[in-house]
């Protein structure tokens, strides 16, 4: 029995030591990828701000978005035109989807195990300040690994200008 238990406190610790070499393996790549994430995540959304149609950027979405967006790719984005075209970015921050709070955030199993998914797919999320032609925009992207590649999971532009005002419309009874 009592060899048992210690053959156990052995794999344990061996399982320990594996962990922590394969979150300091993630850990180190996503560091030394933070500018290339940075990139991706303004080049695409400069891409968008071109025409503000999601059918451009497709080939940037993971399969699994890319599905989900299907439906409205070829609309266009109304609430972001105002904003015109993508010029400067600032205050740009990389930070695996994982390590932000990662308890805080975990209220029940299903969310346990899309964090650890996130973990596993070395997720990421890249946040910066967009300045366009229309004003200013806080932009978030979130990126997970597809096979060899990062692809675009979310993308959420907050606009910090105003709506414009809604056009009067004219009715006529003539």
Do not use: C
């Amino acid at each position: 029995m009592r060899s048992f238990f210690s053959g156990l406190g052995f794999l344990f610790a061996v399982l320990a030591v594996f962990s922590a070499s394969y979150l300091a393996t993630l850990a180190s790549d996503i560091d030394s990828h933070q500018a290339d994430y940075e990139k991706l995540a303004v080049d695409v959304t400069r891409e968008l701000s071109r025409t503000w149609t999601l059918a451009d950027i497709e080939k940037h979405y993971a399969a699994d978005a890319r599905e989900e967006l299907q439906p409205v790719l070829h609309q266009q984005l109304e609430d972001h035109r105002q904003l015109g075209e993508l010029m400067t970015t600032h205050d740009g921050a990389v930070e695996p989807r994982w390590s932000h709070h990662f308890w805080e955030q975990v209220t029940s199993v299903g969310n346990l195990f899309e964090r650890l998914a996130d973990m596993a797919n070395r997720s990421v999320r890249v946040t910066f300040t967009g300045r366009f032609k229309g004003g200013l925009a806080d932009v978030t992207a979130d990126l997970k690994r597809e096979g060899t590649t990062m692809k675009l999971w979310r993308l959420r532009i907050d606009s910090r200008e105003p709506p414009p005002p809604p056009t009067p419309r004219i009715i006529s009874h003539a």
